[in-house]
């Protein structure tokens, strides 16, 4: 990919629809077991959840990979701060995006707004990125 960058560019958003195996096996990677994301007795009949619980780490991996795919090899990330601010279950269609809030064409800095959102449009997971633009 070859970015085109400009303060108000949106970046191609990707829909993710987690399933059970890929949860358990992101959450193993990760030596997380907390049993709300791959009980679902517990999750829902001790914690209370109607479903799987998303890791909330996912979501960041996943608005980091969607500012990656779109730099490619022209650029690099150089920070990531985002806040989960809803819970997410399996069965759930999410969408990762982003769009360009700054541009310096001397340095090669961005700085981006990401997002999660629900089927509902809520955003459930906001933050922004920074990243930098080779040459």
Known sequence: MNPQPAVGVALP???HAPDTVQLMLYNAILWNGHRIHFDLPYATEVEGYPGLVL???MLGDW???VVDEWLGDAGMITRVEYSNRGATYIGDQLTAGATITAY???TGDLSLDVFIKNEAGDIVAPGSI???LYG
């Open 13 to 15: 958003e990707r829909v």
């Open 55 to 57: 890791a909330g780490p």
């Open 63 to 65: 608005l980091h990979q």
């Open 104 to 106: 310096d064409p001397q």
């Open 130 to 132: 920074g990243a930098k």
